[in-house]
């Protein structure tokens, strides 16, 4: 059930920070968030967690007070003065200088073992970030982060609804997202020009279908989404360069009828699909 923001004790960013554009850099700095989206988590005193944007450390201070050990990544190098004083109480912390696109983070997570992921990361990271996680067979329990309200929409979108597209089907293939909390722009610092949303994703126990080959499950998902305006048709002749015939019989196998389009079949079809071929 998605909560809504309770308001606690928001402490405005210190003197020394000085956002940066460039990294579409917004802090959060109120503590009882803070509590509320590491509640949100679900991680506790067994967890590791590895911290995507430690930011200020807000959000790093309250893992440290719930979990084992937090592995935090930050990107700006004039925000580590500040981490290594906020975080100098917090002996669970280890805290990294790098990229996180760029940093070879099987290798920094092994120490951890299974963990989970909290983020709070620029919005023009998203997809790139998603892709990255959702594509690795690191040991990953669950996806906890913010993101702009949009992009949260398109990790839980349906079949048929808006958004609905090759993040959704990758990331409710290994995981069931949820949207728990909306988090209005003023929360941040500072705002951006709209409103957020905390997305839990708890891996699945069991896989929500049957794909005999993985790779083939989502390259058919990519090529429904390729061309929205073609049809699924139109889709697979063009991805597997097949002929019309073709790929008329593979729906047609499958139960998917003439001018079905990519956004209106389930992940049954895609696996129904990707089997066949």
């Known amino acids: 059930m998605k909560q809504s923001y ?3 004790k928001n402490h405005p960013p210190k003197a020394e920070f000085h956002h940066k554009r460039s990294l579409g850099q917004n802090f959060l700095t109120d503590d009882a968030l803070f509590d509320q989206l590491v509640s949100l988590s679900g991680v506790g005193p067994e967890d590791s967690v590895l911290e995507i944007g430690a930011g200020a450390g807000g959000m790093t201070k309250a893992l440290s007070a719930k979990c084992r050990q937090v592995t935090a990544i930050e990107v700006d190098e004039t925000l580590l003065p500040i981490l290594r004083v906020s975080l100098e109480r917090c002996k669970n912390v280890q805290l990294v200088h790098g990229d996180v696109l760029r940093l070879n983070l099987p290798e920094l997570t092994k120490p951890l073992g299974t963990f989970h992921i909290v983020a709070n990361i620029p919005y023009y990271l998203t997809t790139e970030l998603m892709t990255l996680l959702l594509d690795s067979d690191m040991p990953i329990r669950s996806i906890n982060l913010m993101v702009q309200k949009e992009a949260a929409q398109r990790m839980v979108a ?14 409710q293939y290994f995981y069931d997202p949820q949207v728990v909390l909306d988090v209005p722009a003023c929360m941040f610092t500072p705002p951006p020009k709209v409103d957020s949303a905390f997305v839990v994703m708890p891996r699945r126990e069991k896989l929500p279908v049957e ?5 083939m499950l989502f390259r058919v998902a990519a ?21 019309r015939e073709q790929a008329q019989a593979w729906l047609s196998q499958c139960g998917i009828p ?8 389930s992940m049954a079809d895609f696996a129904a699909l990707s089997n066949l071929i």
């Open 6 to 8: 309770r308001h606690g």
């Open 258 to 265: 003439d001018g079905a389009r990519g956004e209106n079949l």
């Open 223 to 243: 090529a429904a989404f390729a061309m929205r305006r073609k049809t699924m048709e139109n889709n697979l002749i063009a991805s597997f360069r097949v002929s």
């Open 158 to 171: 349906k079949p048929g609804e808006e958004g609905y597209g090759l993040l959704a089907v990758k990331a």
């Open 211 to 215: 794909a005999r080959d993985e790779a």
